[in-house]
Protein backbone atom coordinates (compact mmCIF):
# COMPACT_ATOMS: atom_id res chain seq x y z
CA UNK A 1 0.00 0.00 0.00
CA UNK A 2 3.31 2.60 1.00
CA UNK A 3 4.29 1.55 -2.44
CA UNK A 4 1.70 2.29 -4.43
CA UNK A 5 1.04 5.39 -2.39
CA UNK A 6 4.45 6.39 -3.19
CA UNK A 7 4.07 5.79 -7.45
CA UNK A 8 1.41 7.75 -7.31
CA UNK A 9 2.48 10.44 -5.52
CA UNK A 10 5.60 10.77 -7.73
CA UNK A 11 3.14 10.10 -10.96
CA UNK A 12 1.02 13.34 -9.40
CA UNK A 13 3.90 15.46 -8.96
CA UNK A 14 5.95 14.44 -11.86
CA UNK A 15 2.20 15.66 -14.17
CA UNK A 16 1.96 19.07 -12.10
CA UNK A 17 5.51 19.72 -13.21
CA UNK A 18 5.00 18.96 -16.93
CA UNK A 19 2.45 21.07 -16.98
CA UNK A 20 4.00 23.21 -15.08
CA UNK A 21 6.96 23.58 -17.36
CA UNK A 22 4.55 24.19 -20.60
CA UNK A 23 2.39 26.60 -19.15
CA UNK A 24 5.54 28.75 -18.44
CA UNK A 25 6.78 28.17 -22.01
CA UNK A 26 3.75 29.28 -23.36
CA UNK A 27 3.31 32.51 -20.87
CA UNK A 28 6.98 33.21 -21.86
CA UNK A 29 5.88 32.81 -25.60
CA UNK A 30 2.85 34.97 -25.42
CA UNK A 31 5.25 37.89 -23.25
CA UNK A 32 7.86 37.51 -25.62
CA UNK A 33 5.37 38.37 -28.85
CA UNK A 34 3.73 40.72 -26.59
CA UNK A 35 7.13 42.76 -26.03
CA UNK A 36 7.87 42.81 -29.52
CA UNK A 37 4.84 43.81 -30.70
CA UNK A 38 4.88 46.57 -27.86
CA UNK A 39 8.09 48.23 -29.40
CA UNK A 40 7.38 47.70 -32.81
CA UNK A 41 4.45 50.21 -31.81
CA UNK A 42 6.70 52.67 -30.28
CA UNK A 43 9.02 52.40 -33.52
CA UNK A 44 5.82 53.27 -35.51
CA UNK A 45 5.14 56.17 -33.00
CA UNK A 46 8.71 57.34 -32.92
CA UNK A 47 8.95 57.77 -36.58
CA UNK A 48 5.93 59.21 -37.34
CA UNK A 49 6.71 61.88 -34.42
CA UNK A 50 9.60 62.83 -36.10
CA UNK A 51 8.18 63.31 -39.42
CA UNK A 52 5.49 65.76 -37.90
CA UNK A 53 8.26 67.20 -36.14
CA UNK A 54 9.82 67.82 -39.20
CA UNK A 55 7.03 69.07 -41.30
CA UNK A 56 6.22 71.53 -38.43
CA UNK A 57 7.47 75.41 -39.08
CA UNK A 58 9.68 76.10 -35.68
CA UNK A 59 7.62 79.14 -34.32
CA UNK A 60 9.24 82.49 -33.37
CA UNK A 61 8.92 83.71 -29.61
CA UNK A 62 8.84 87.46 -29.52
CA UNK A 63 11.24 88.83 -26.61
CA UNK A 64 8.58 89.92 -23.86
CA UNK A 65 11.48 92.42 -22.58
CA UNK A 66 12.56 94.24 -26.02
CA UNK A 67 9.30 94.88 -26.71
CA UNK A 68 8.62 97.11 -23.12
CA UNK A 69 11.80 98.63 -23.91
CA UNK A 70 10.53 99.57 -27.35
CA UNK A 71 6.86 100.50 -25.79
CA UNK A 72 9.01 103.01 -23.63
CA UNK A 73 10.95 104.76 -25.45
Known amino acids: MALTNFILT ?3 VGAVILLARSDIKHSAAIFRRNVRQIRSWIEEESVAASKSA ?3 KPKELENPK ?6 KQ
Do not use: M
Open 10 to 12: VAG
Open 54 to 56: EKA
Open 66 to 71: STRLEE
